[in-house]
């Protein structure tokens, strides 16, 4: 496909898109579009009146008041079709005013609500301040696309067919030359914006983006930044966008000056040809002064509607390539879809099973897991364990069904949850991250996002059990402390509490621990594993390891090595057997003093 296609799917396909929001507002497109060509047409008239009062004044010599009369009438029609172009210009720029701003919050509604449904493989390889440059843009440049299109373009088109219609009644070779050069300039003008000036801004946008997404990765890692003194190292990776911005939007902004200084040298020729016509036709006594005056008029008219042409042509390709990433983010395929019709998830006991499942990520050649069978029973804790790459955090976010299973299924208390809708789903599993992200809002909310309903007490009683209170307290707002982006003002320790505390709010039937205490200090993880004891009791939990000492006194541990379950059982019989699991403990020196002393009494 060749660039020149592509520009033209892009702009018919942000075209198509604004039609599409139009179709849903069909009273504000009518007021707008109808009272903006009325007052237009009120413009088209006034040279018709301005050359009669002419002509009544030129012709005042024979009968004075005759000519007043006339002079009085045109005047009287002129001041009339003034007032009705205010009138109407401004139902047109209410009308405008409230098209623009529900179309701008559906889209953005719109949207953000697809974003948020994205694969977790989307946003991994998005920046998050790309994707809201490009949402904010888009919907910013709707209202530049409206104004063009119908306070803009509609008016000016309106200007040059009227003039060209009257004119031409009155001298068909006016209509003619009016009609012919006004459609070879905005031809050229749309020419030169689509084919010269949109590919640059193409560009320009591109690098914008990612100077959002190059400043916003900067700014949330500002800790990491200052922990390795890289403010200057900052300051160069940023100037390097920069300059790649700064050359690309150079380039826009020098074709745009070269596109206007074409548009202005047209403009002077069109001038030339009709004020040329004028003379002749008056050289040929087939104009009167009045008429002369008449066609002056009107050429002011069209040369401002004209003039503007070139820049509303020029606004369009700006809107258009301003909308271009936010049309394309609203064809995006959602990642894991919803069946049609499908209900809510009812799981009263937990039991998770694995039928079969075989499942590989997009892009890799081989499965992780091939006909997959496991089963967690109700109310079980389960230690995931395995080296890095295994497949222990692929099999929650199956269960989570953030992917769906290539062949197989995934059942809870023997309901398929490729059958029932996602946010059901979820909403009954509870999960602690291994880094937990919270948002920049109070800590009550953020232990709230579980429950949302939960009333202050039920929050202060899930901190407790999470051992959170007491840090919480001692903040000088208390629960309405705000945490700040990710929530970067609390310590590790005290995130992981606050995700504990909403885990316990949350009071789901199944629990999925990522379990992260190995950078945390002993008796702060002393602390943290009690609450993920206390949080574990009546659930079924599956804990993914990374520590193994926080697996021993778990019901079952499933050993993993590339996308295969090869040992599962407890944590003596696992170490006992001598296999993976023991290397595992043995790596990170837990337990085998024990056992080979054990070992060696027995020998």
């Known amino acids: 496909m060749t660039k020149q296609t592509k520009r033209g799917d892009a702009t018919r396909d942000v075209l198509r898109f604004t039609f599409r929001h139009w179709r849903n507002e069909p009273r504000y497109v009518a007021l707008v579009a109808g009272t903006i060509m009325m007052s237009t047409l009120a413009d088209v008239f006034m040279p018709v009146f301005a050359g009669r009062l002419v002509d009544a004044i030129a012709a005042g010599e024979g009968n004075r008041e005759a000519a007043l009369n006339a002079a009085l009438m045109a005047f009287a029609i002129m001041t009339g079709l003034g007032l009705l172009m205010i009138v109407m210009r401004h139902l047109a720029f209410y009308g405008i005013v409230e098209l623009t701003l529900r179309i701008m919050g559906r889209v953005g509604r719109d949207a953000f609500a697809r974003v948020q449904r994205f694969s977790t493989d989307w946003h991994a390889n998005s920046f998050a301040g790309s994707t809201v440059r490009k949402i904010t843009r888009g919907m910013w440049a709707l209202d530049l696309m409206h104004d063009t299109l119908l306070l803009a373009l509609l008016p000016s088109l309106t200007v040059l067919a009227g003039s060209m219609i009257v004119l031409g009644l009155r001298w068909p070779i006016m209509g003619v030359v009016i009609g012919l050069s006004s459609l070879a300039y905005i031809v050229m003008t749309g020419l030169l914006a689509m084919h010269y000036v949109a590919p640059a801004a193409r560009l320009a946008n591109s690098w914008d983006t990612r100077m959002g997404g190059t400043l916003a990765d900067a700014l949330s890692c500002n800790p990491v930044v200052k922990a390795f003194g890289a403010e200057i190292r900052e300051d160069a990776r940023l100037t390097r966008v920069v300059g790649k911005w700064q050359s690309r939007t150079r380039r826009l902004w020098q074709r745009g000056t070269n596109s206007g200084t074409t548009q202005f040298t047209a403009l002077l020729g069109i001038r030339v040809a009709i004020i040329g016509t004028a003379i002749w036709l008056w050289w040929n006594n087939r104009a009167t002064p009045g008429d002369l005056a008449y ?55 937990g039991e998770v099973e694995f039928d079969r499942v075989t499942f590989h990520y997009a892009g890799h050649d081989t499965p992780l897991y091939t006909d997959l069978s496991l089963t967690i029973r109700a109310g079980e804790r389960v230690g995931l364990v395995g080296p890095s790459g295994s497949g222990k955090t692929t099999l929650v976010k199956l269960i989570q069904r953030l992917y769906d299973v290539n062949d ?29 992200i919270l948002f920049h809002r109070t800590l009550a909310e953020n232990i709230a996002y579980a429950r949302p309903g939960a009333s202050m007490e039920e929050i202060e009683r899930a901190a407790r059990l999470a051992n959170a209170h007491e840090f919480i307290t001692s903040l000088p ?58 949080l574990m009791v009546g659930r079924t939990s599956i804990v993914i390891a990374h520590r193994l000492s ?54």
């Not at 700006?318 to 990642?335: C, F, Q, Y």
């Not at 003002?489 to 505390?501: D, F, P, T, Y």
């Not at 190995?518 to 206390?534: C, G, H, K, P, W």
């Open 408 to 436: 197989g299924e995934i059942r809870i208390d023997g309901q398929n949850i490729a059958d029932v809708s996602q946010a059901s789903l979820r909403s009954q599993i509870a999960i602690v991250q291994q880094e937990p």
């Open 477 to 534: 707002k208390g629960y309405a402390t705000l945490v700040g982006e990710r929530g970067i003002k609390l310590s590790g320790g005290e995130r992981q509490r606050v995700a504990i505390a909403r885990a316990f709010l949350a009071d789901a039937p199944i629990l999925i621990l990522d379990e992260a205490t190995s950078a945390l200090d002993s008796e702060l993880e002393v602390q943290i594993q009690q609450a993920m004891e206390r």
């Open 295 to 349: 066609v002056l008029t009107t050429y002011f008219v069209i040369h401002g509607y004209l003039r503007d042409v070139g820049m509303h042509i020029n606004n369009l390709r700006r809107s258009v390539n301003d909308m271009e990433e936010l049309v394309a983010i609203t064809g995006e395929r959602i990642g894991v879809l919803d069946r049609t019709g499908a209900g809510a998830i009812h799981i009263s006991r």
């Open 550 to 603: 926080t697996v021993r006194s778990l019901d079952r541990i499933l050993v993993f090595e590339k996308g295969r379950i090869v040992e599962e059982g407890n944590h003596d019989s696992l170490y006992r057997k001598g296999g993976l699991y023991r290397r595992l403990c043995e790596h990170q020196g837990l337990d085998f003093s024990d056992h080979r002393s054990r070992e060696l009494a027995a020998e």
